[in-house]
């Protein structure tokens, strides 16, 4: 099997060899290998439930691949909601053509990403469409969390909360126009995709009162923090000195007129806490691998109220606006 082809999404022979021989291998479970046309399971719990779909270009890019980035944003988008990742849906849309080695490459990661969290595909469908009807893969992924920390929302915000990104923002963002530009950066600018369960469940076990936390994907940090002074009807004020940036991220921004606050993270998260419980949130943080940079950015306040401003080292301040446009398309 060198590629794909038109009879591999048939339903037939080809289709079920490609189930076996490689879904299979490498997504196995019990539920799974059931092959029924619904999975079926039990839960006693109230859920988080999500869905995505990734058509990110390239598919394969410093730092991941659109297998990897499909797990770890779904699982991300459970785990913000305070819900232990459980169980997840997959569906490919390919290309004809597409390599099958490509494919395996794609598979192996997310089985790989899967481990990280326990999470497990436990149904799922494969369509291959005609050359010229994709780009070459296209991935859905619906999740399924159970909430083990009840109370995460944007509207939870007070004055006085303090706001906490676990580590450099923009990553994802940046690496992903640079390749797709062939834009040739000094340093090692690679994505930050990962899967942020481990980092939340550290935070959850200790105790953190979590007012609210989201991983800044499109739009960014921007996008988070202008949708929570609104829906928490508060004014947010950021020290822009405090926000942790690469410089290969800056440089690139530099280059093509780009703010790093609006540009897409995979790995990272915000949070906002009690201000009590700052240090302790942000000890944890930055004693595990996934939240080695953080620092604590800003914090609620009564002024500026549905506005986040930042805060210049020279005491001057201006608005951060809200993303607008579509400056980089196809980031997941």
Known sequence: MKQILLSHGGGGEETQKLIKELFFKHFSNPILEKMEDAAVFETNSKLAFTTDSFTVSPIFFKGGNIGKLAIAGTVNDISMMGARPKYLSCSFIIEEGLPFEDLERIVSSMAQEMKKSGVHIITGDTKVVPKGSADRIFINTTGIG?????????????????????????????????????????????????????????????????????????????????????????GIEIEEENIPVKDEVQGLC?????????????????????????????????NHPLGKDAQIIGKAVSDYTGKVILKSPYGSKRIMEPPAGELLPRIC
């Open 146 to 234: 159970e909430i083990v920390y009840e109370g995460i929302s944007a509207h939870n915000i007070q004055e006085g909360d303090i706001i906490i990104t676990s580590g450099t923002i923009g990553d994802h963002g940046a690496c992903i126009m640079a390749q797709r530009e062939e834009i040739d950066m000094e340093g090692e600018l690679q994505s930050d995709c990962e899967t942020l369960w481990p980092l939340v469940e550290a935070l959850i076990k200790e105790n953190i009162t979590i007012k609210a936390m989201r991983d800044p994907t499109r739009g960014g940090l921007s996008a988070v923090l202008n949708e929570w002074a609104e829906q928490s009807n508060i």
């Open 254 to 286: 530099e280059l093509l007129g780009l703010e790093p606050y609006t540009l897409a993270n995979e790995g990272k998260l915000i949070i906002a806490v009690p201000q009590e419980e700052a240090e302790k949130t942000l000890s944890i943080m930055k």
